[in-house]
């Protein structure tokens, strides 16, 4: 039997049966991605009643993992059943065998899970039947004031009756929503074809009942022709709260019961239960690191540097900006500094930097400006923006240097400014993570003016292993960069899903690290990454979002040639699903965390 085979349920797709389930049954719930896991259906807890879901889907009590989430009905199947001794056998995962032994555990015992469960949905939680209420306006009074009179079950046995004799099965509309009907297991139903009864067949009532069946059939016919499973259909993608009257709508909305709200309460849509479905990690924003000014790697100590007389300004102070200044004062160069958050220049203040309030003072005082930010928007704001390098008082024999990750299109726009301005342009693309900046091995791709990029000479052997100049075209070192970035994320992605694999695999993600490593296809930067991925280690040296903003430059720019790049173009896709999960501010490694869950 094949691996796709062993991962279904067994007649899962036959359209011509299914199964009514009520809460406290044991299932077999099969979810994307996984084996068919022992289950049991539930109330669903409030939490999950905020979250869309495909109609026909029941809340679902995962054992093992005691998690919830809506499955639909033709992914479930009764647990006991001739499919039972097929899906439990015991070559699956740790986490299914220990599903199982909970389950069993459960058939002997249900108090420890029942309470558990109890707690989760919660005595003031609501319940599918609670916000059906509040759609329809009624509250518990009236619940009780409108039942189906008593005669509507012998109403609805003389339909069906009829319908038996020839004029085909139906629904029995006679019922009242709100009541209960007892199943002792699921019961396997073979829906037959729905027909109208005859006028002939109708039953005649006293006029007081018959008027009161006449209205509630007319509205049971009402939200059947809407939903012809019988059950209410809500709109999934908005709240409770959308059913309020909404009195400049043309189609007036019913009137809510707003009492029933009450004892409801409040929910966020990304809410712990949530977070945590499939075990997934709480994520918290990862702590900004105080750079030590006194810190200085070997491998720079060792560096026959002697500094320019020049003075260098410097716009930002992020990731990248902090550990190249600290490293430009440290060899003995002068450095002026800015940046939006001006706490963050305290450090390099006090180690002999000079801060200025705006980035057009810092272009006054430097011979040679730096900017190093985080995207090509706030590259265009600081030139040309309000107290920006254009309004400094004059840029003749000044140079700007843009070391940010942009387009072309941005460098080509700055360079046009600065240029206008009497000043020299040079672009300078650094490429490397945080920690090879702090040891002085990025590699410098350059492009613009030679002079400039001669005059920088002392500041790009502090922080660079390997430096290039591209040529005098403005660009070029942004495109190779962005070429290189490619490279980077998509195998980051192939080493995530790798790695991935064989955590499900319950197989150690450190052994297969050091077998990655025996092989040709090792690198220092996938070893680290690797390590970081299987450690849980997402401290920031390369941001997520940083990535993923490259990608991005990337395909707009192979859009503009018509180049097609569809393996680049998924990979953007797992960065941006791996910030919606609330990873953009940690390390790249960080889609591991999308790839896992």
Excluded at 369 to 390: M, Q, R, T, Y
């Amino acid at each position: 039997m094949s691996k796709a085979k062993k991962l279904s349920l067994p007649g899962s797709n036959d359209a011509h049966e299914f199964y009514n389930y009520k809460p406290k049954d044991l299932i077999w719930a099969k979810m994307k991605g996984f084996p068919p896991w022992p289950s049991m259906i539930v109330e669903p807890p409030l939490d999950l009643l905020h979250q869309p879901r495909k109609a026909n889907s029941k809340c679902v009590f995962f054992f093992g993992t005691r998690n919830f989430a809506w499955i639909e009905a033709n992914n479930i199947k009764p647990f006991e059943g001739p499919w039972k001794e097929q899906l439990s056998k015991v070559n699956k995962p740790n986490s299914f065998r220990q599903a199982m032994e909970d389950i069993k555990n459960h058939i002997d015992d249900p108090t420890e899970i029942d309470a558990e469960i109890s707690k989760s949905i919660g005595m003031n939680h609501a319940t599918e039947a609670d916000f059906d209420k509040i759609r329809d306006g009624l509250n518990e009074e009236e619940d009780d004031t409108n039942d189906v009179p008593a005669t509507a079950p012998t109403v609805a046995a003389a339909v069906n009756t009829s319908a038996d004799n020839g004029l085909g099965g139906g629904s029995v509309s006679g019922i009242n929503d709100h009541e209960d009907i007892a199943y002792k297991t699921p019961v396997k139903r073979t829906p037959k074809a729905r027909s109208t009864i005859s006028t002939s067949s109708k039953i005649k009532l006293p006029p007081s009942t018959a008027a009161s069946s006449t209205a509630k059939s007319t509205a049971k016919r009402r939200r059947s022709s809407q939903n012809p499973g019988g059950k209410r259909k809500r709109n999934n993608s908005a709240s409770v709260l959308d059913d309020f009257i909404d009195s400049s709508s043309p189609t007036p909305r019913r009137k809510i019961n707003t009492e029933s709200l009450a004892h409801i309460g409040t929910s966020s849509r990304r809410n712990m239960n949530s977070i945590a479905l499939l075990d997934r990690p709480v994520v918290l924003r990862p702590e900004a690191q105080a750079i030590d000014m006194n810190a200085r790697s070997q491998t720079l100590a060792e560096r026959d540097i002697t500094p320019s007389n020049l003075t260098f300004g410097f716009l930002g102070l992020g990731i990248m900006g902090s550990t190249i200044v600290k490293d430009l004062i440290c060899t003995g160069h002068k450095v002026v500094v800015w940046n939006r958050t001006m706490s963050k220049c305290k450090p390099f203040e006090e180690a002999g930097a000079l801060v200025k309030d705006t980035p057009m003072d810092v272009v006054d005082a430097a011979d040679i400006i730096f900017c190093c930010v985080s995207d090509p928007k706030a590259s265009k704001d600081l030139v040309f923006g309000n107290c920006g390098v254009l309004r400094a008082t004059d840029l003749c024999n000044k140079a700007y240097v843009e070391m940010s990750t942009i387009d072309p299109e941005t460098s080509q726009d700055i360079a046009e400014g600065i240029t206008q301005s009497n000043g020299r342009y040079l672009e300078v693309q650094i490429h490397g993570t945080r920690q090879e900046a702090e040891d002085g091995m990025l590699i410098i791709l350059a492009g613009g003016d030679r002079t400039v990029f001669e005059e920088c000479h002392s500041c790009f052997k502090t922080i660079a292993k390997n430096t290039f100049f591209l040529g005098a075209e403005v660009g070029n070192a942004c495109k190779v960069n962005l070429i290189l970035q490619t490279i980077v994320g998509v195998s980051l992605v192939g080493l995530a899903e790798a790695l991935a694999l064989a955590d499900r695999f319950s197989i150690s993600l450190k052994d297969i690290i050091d077998i990655f490593e025996l092989t040709s296809m090792k690198s220092q930067l996938l070893l680290a990454k690797g390590k970081e991925m299987a450690k849980g280690d997402f401290n920031p040296q390369q941001p997520l979002s940083h990535m993923q903003k490259d990608l991005r430059l990337v395909l707009s720019m192979a859009e503009n040639l018509d180049q097609s790049m569809p393996v680049t173009a998924i990979t953007n896709e797992v960065f941006k699903h791996t910030k919606r999960l609330g990873y953009s501010d940690h390390d790249s490694s960080a889609v591991f965390v999308r790839s896992r869950f």
